[in-house]
């Protein structure tokens, strides 16, 4: 068996970061098989919502994460599937046609309730005779069509308690009872469909094996597992992960765009510090950074996510996102960096040399203009600082300046002077960067080079 999983959006905004954990949890469970596919399922069939811009972003905002996918399928391509399935369960008596009103629907569940039942449909539709539905086709009401959920023995209005379990890869055993639920609806009046039956037809007819989505997902699942079943399709596994929520507990919306993976990589973040946040929080051991996938999924243990919901925090990104940069290697960074008009022969040095006090990689522009073009403010420093610059000019060491220059030239510049600690080294740093902090001078005295060392010193 080929394990195949899907990440199954519906293009209506660009995904977030809940969306990335579970198309993150996806990946990596293929890539833990041999042979693992990953394919990506839009699920487009609410034409008003769907654009093929999202679709196109979402594509680019997984690439970037480094996801792509073995095949790209949408639905509003496949209609015909979802035609003929619903054929199927129309001729079994499975799908039904119904006529209520939103708000008919409504008043009956507000009645249910003040009796204290749960607000569960009665199947009233069942009980419309081939007349009624003439009428109402006269009228030119059209129906929307729900599955007959297989809840009882023989009368469909003595619904049993009918028990659909099965062995959650994340929450362990699962159990859904038939009779507690309404039969869903499949196809609306306008013919659409919902999510339900096309994500069922899919599953079957693209071979998925394993089904890994949130945990809103968890009651759908037993009455997917029913028409599974009532179509003569392999029941997939299923697992369920906890849905990520803001830090005040909201869910996470991909029509609002908060959040988004186009907006944090505008914002500068690594897509690393993103998978290992969407995908850490809330499992076992602690949140850090992953230097890549690899290392995420040996990371991960399917069977101790923890159930309840998980905080995404921005200051948790923040975190480990300082700790990737602080970490990445020259080769990682070199291009942003040539971006930044660094001199190539000297974009690892510096990149090396100003990591470290970068957060974000776009913060080293502000290193370079300072290191290579003389880009910020003279500091106005008192006299006595003027004259040590002075004697800090005159001694500093012949030659090219490299790697032990700083030593060397503090060294003899204590012995010259007399001055140590602060006293030495913040004026030399003021006058050489223009603040009073940031990478070890030793690193960018190289950088700067002796020219601009000198007229800096000036
Ligand atoms: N389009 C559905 C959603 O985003 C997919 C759910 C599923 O994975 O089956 O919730």
Redesign the pocket.
Known sequence: MTVTV?F???PTGRIHIGNLR?ALLNWLFAKRHPGGRFVLRF?DTDAERSRREYADGIETDLAWIGLRPDTVVRQSERIGLYDAAAERLRSAGLLYPCYETPDELDRRRKRLAARGRPPVYGREALKLTEEDKAQFAAEGRKPHWRFLLPNFSTDPFAPERTEVTWDDLMRGAQTVDLASLSDPVLIRADGSYL?TLP?IVDDGDLGITH?I??D??VT?TGVQIAIFRALGLPVPAFGHHNLLTTVSGEGLSKRSGALSLATLREDGYEPMALASLAVLVGMPGAIEAMPDLDALGARLSFGEASAGASKFDPAELDRLNADLVHAMPAEAGRDRILAMDVPDDAADAFWLAVRGNCAKVAEAAAWARIVFADDFERPDLPEEDRAFLAAARAHLPDGPIGESSWRDWTGALKSATGRKGKALFMPLRLALTGRDHGPELAALLPLIGRERVLARLA
């Open positions: 899907r199954a959006p519906s579970t699920d999510y994500s089904v989505r949130g809103d997902h759908n």
